[in-house]
């Protein structure tokens, strides 16, 4: 099985409303569309997309599926809110449990919390960064092992 872990995209810090409803900053957005290429080239397929309801996450899920013309849009799942555990994204992910590639839409430090859990790695994962994590079958902690990790920084600026 293969795990995607894309970390939601550069976000407004000083927005007036509350946290849920920051969006993503107009370089946040042209960084993830620079990034489809990319994503392509490493056959990024995941055939469902699980994302955090927090708008910035939803919004990164949304430019994935389109570059990566996933056929079925990101399911929110209340379990990825800020403050997720592998435990929650566990039982978000059993009710896909068809799929054999999932992408996750979410925050930090959960998910570099997560990926540490399931490889025994630490890493960093910056905004709109994505973690690959491959396994023998059913991914259960200490049985991943990191394919690779992606940079914002690497992807093409889709915006000039």
Known sequence: MILYFLRHGRAEHD????????????????????????????????????TSPLVRALQTAEIARAALEVKNGPKADDRLK??????????AMADHHQAARV???????????AIEELSGAAVRLRPG????????????PG??????LLDPDLYLDGGG
Do not use: Y
């Open 15 to 50: 927005s007036d409303g509350p946290d849920a409803q920051r969006e993503l900053t107009k370089r946040g957005r042209q960084e993830l569309e620079g990034a489809g290429a990319l994503w392509k080239l490493l056959k990024l397929r995941p055939e469902v997309i699980i």
């Open 129 to 140: 960064g994505v973690a690959c994590l491959e396994f023998p079958g059913v991914p259960e």
């Open 82 to 91: 800020p403050g997720a555990t592998w435990a929650t994204m566990g039982q």
């Open 103 to 113: 992408m996750f839409v979410g925050h930090n430090p959960d998910f570099e919390s």
């Open 143 to 148: 049985q991943g092992e990191i394919a690779w």
